[in-house]
């Protein structure tokens, strides 16, 4: 069966502070606070829909930090679809610095199985002037709790922040490799109206990463978390037309994730000398290996390369063979 997340936005409910980048509004298209009731619609809408193996997913805010009794409302509205094995858990989001033994004992009591952890960034100096309000030891102490209570951990990584640069992202990686997380999400920063980025961006004081740039950084990343065995489960921020609408620059693209493995599969042939070659591929992954309006080809022209493209379908699908 296929797996689905039953999306629950809690929109910018319990967070502490103001992060530079942050307009939930913006990112989720919700601004009222759910209730059980929104849960318990969700669910029965989704279930509608057979053969998916779902989890029920609190998003959009600092879920552990929001008032306790509306918490529970919701995990209650959540747990009974866990007990008659309608859903197979509950995913939550939330901060570092709001996850302690006794919130984890919680948590497991209503049949939460992963928790997301916001790290943004290992390197404290890019979290204090992103105005995160953590540390990166936050994230590291908060990592080690929820994999002892037997959780699956996720986290979150953001690149192109402001006082960010690609090597700090890059260590960032080796950081969260080390944290041996179960899955990780990487969002490139996006300038959104209203947003201290934006102050930041509109003064000339912080230039964003675009798409591209932001592509090119993540097909180093990519590889990185891929070789260690973690599983990405999310590239770029949803498309929606409220981002769109209200982005002023920044790394966002509607096939982001196709923008990145176009970038691995170039940088497969850049990494031998430059020459003439042979370079096969699945047919579904033409597109790919020739880039954005062939941006790859001219790419590869320009450093010295000749490639004759020949289509194996015998290969998988983004594999490439060289000769």
Request: net charge neutral.
């Amino acid at each position: 069966m296929k797996k689905g997340n039953i999306s629950i936005f809690v929109p910018h409910l319990g967070c502490p502070c103001q992060c530079s980048f942050c307009n939930q509004k913006t990112i989720t298209g919700k601004t009222e606070q759910p209730t059980a009731y929104d849960v318990d619609k969700a669910v029965q809408t989704a279930l509608k829909r057979k053969n998916f193996d779902y989890e029920i997913a609190f998003f959009g805010g600092s879920f552990t930090a929001i008032d306790r009794d509306y918490m529970e409302s919701l995990l209650e509205g959540a747990y009974k679809y866990v007990k008659s094995n309608d859903v197979n858990g509950i995913r939550i989001s939330t901060r570092p610095d709001c996850i302690d033994e006794e919130i984890l004992s919680l948590l497991k009591k209503y049949g939460v199985t992963s928790i997301e952890l916001g790290a943004q960034s290992m390197d404290n100096d890019v979290l204090e002037a992103n105005r995160r309000g953590h540390t990166a030891e936050d994230v590291v102490k908060a990592s080690e709790l929820i994999k002892s209570y037997g959780f699956e951990l996720g986290l979150q990584m953001m690149t192109g922040l402001y006082k960010d640069t690609c090597e700090k992202s890059i260590e960032t990686t080796r950081k969260i490799i080390e944290l041996k997380p179960d899955t990780v999400r990487i969002y490139p920063t996006v300038v959104l109206k209203g947003t201290y980025l934006a102050e930041l961006y509109l003064s000339g004081e912080y230039k964003p990463l675009n798409a591209d740039e932001s592509a090119e950084l993540c097909a180093v990343l990519v590889p990185m978390l891929e070789k260690a065995g973690i599983k990405i489960i999310r590239l770029g921020l949803h498309s929606s037309e409220d981002v769109k609408k209200n982005m002023l620059a920044g790394g966002f693209h509607d096939s982001f994730g196709e923008l990145v493995k176009s970038r691995i599969m170039v940088n497969k042939i850049l990494e031998l000398p430059p020459a003439d070659y042979q370079v096969f591929v699945n047919s579904r992954s033409l597109s790919k290996l020739k880039g954005n309006n062939k941006s790859n080809i001219y790419l590869l022209i320009e450093r010295g390369y000749n490639i004759k493209i020949i289509i194996d379908n015998s290969l998988d699908v983004d594999e490439l063979r060289i000769k």
